[in-house]
């Protein structure tokens, strides 16, 4: 079974760009989280989508935002970017979620110039 | 609300070495706790979890952890450390309201001697 897919891997912007990052869950799994990762903020959570619906949200501003497809593959939108949007973006899936394992991503590294 | 505190950022044992990781959580409910592990430039994966059945939670790769309620804790252990455990560490906790939503610890980072 393939596991969770994150395109692209890397990627490098400069400020005020928007970005756009993809997401594969494993098949059969509807629930994808994402999380941002930076050495001075640890491990965030940012949403997390089930059949196209966002069913959680973190503490981010609306500049981040997020949608599922028919196929559970989701995707991230960051607009106006800033420096400090620069980080790993970890996405991950589960069956349903509510205590299923999390299956992580390797995730996008998005470098803010 | 729930968190979880990661008592060291860096942990070093040598090869053969028992290992110890630390953490204390704070939760008004029954939390649910896990252990992450991730390896430079690869994403996390789940050593274990407790979702309140036994105290003591068996993991992968010789890794296991026990809840001690009466202590807040869930610390991280295994009897012999291995060249490949070097890696970072990270306690989670499920949020009681959004059990879909994971809040990560700061994270240990275990150096492996020869």
């Known amino acids: 079974k393939a596991g969770v897919t994150q395109t692209p891997r890397y990627l490098i912007k400069t400020r005020g760009q928007q970005v756009t990052l993809s997401c594969s869950p494993i098949?059969?799994?509807?629930?994808v989280s994402w999380y941002q990762q930076t050495p001075g903020q640890g491990l965030q959570f940012l949403f997390e989508?089930?059949?196209?619906?966002?069913?959680n949200k973190g503490n981010f501003p609306g500049r981040f935002s997020g949608r599922q497809f028919s196929n559970s593959r989701s995707e991230m939108n960051v607009s106006t970017l800033e420096l400090g949007d620069s980080a790993l973006y970890l996405c991950?899936?589960?069956?349903?979620?509510?205590?299923?394992?999390?299956?992580f991503g390797p995730g996008t590294r998005l470098t803010v110039l | 609300a729930q968190s979880v505190t990661q008592l060291d950022s860096h942990v070093s044992v040598s090869e053969g070495t028992p290992v110890l990781l630390r953490c204390n959580y704070s939760?008004?409910?029954?939390?649910?706790l896990f252990w992450y592990v991730q390896h430079p430039n690869k994403g996390l994966q789940l050593l274990l979890k407790?979702?309140?059945?036994?105290?003591l939670v068996k993991g992968i790769n010789g890794f296991e952890a026990e809840f001690k309620k009466s202590e807040t804790s869930f610390h991280l252990t295994k009897p012999s450390a291995h060249m490949s455990d070097a890696a970072e560490y990270f306690c989670?906790?499920?949020?009681?309201?959004?059990?879909?939503?994971?809040?990560f610890g700061t994270g240990t980072r275990l150096q492996v001697f020869p």
């Open positions: 989670v906790v499920s949020d009681a309201y959004n059990t879909d939503k994971l809040i």
């Open positions: 407790y979702t309140s059945a036994a105290t």
């Open positions: 098949s059969g799994h509807r629930s």
């Open positions: 991950a899936s589960s069956f349903e979620n509510r205590n299923n394992e999390q299956f």
């Open positions: 989508y089930f059949s196209e619906t966002q069913r």
């Open positions: 939760s008004s409910y029954s939390p649910s």
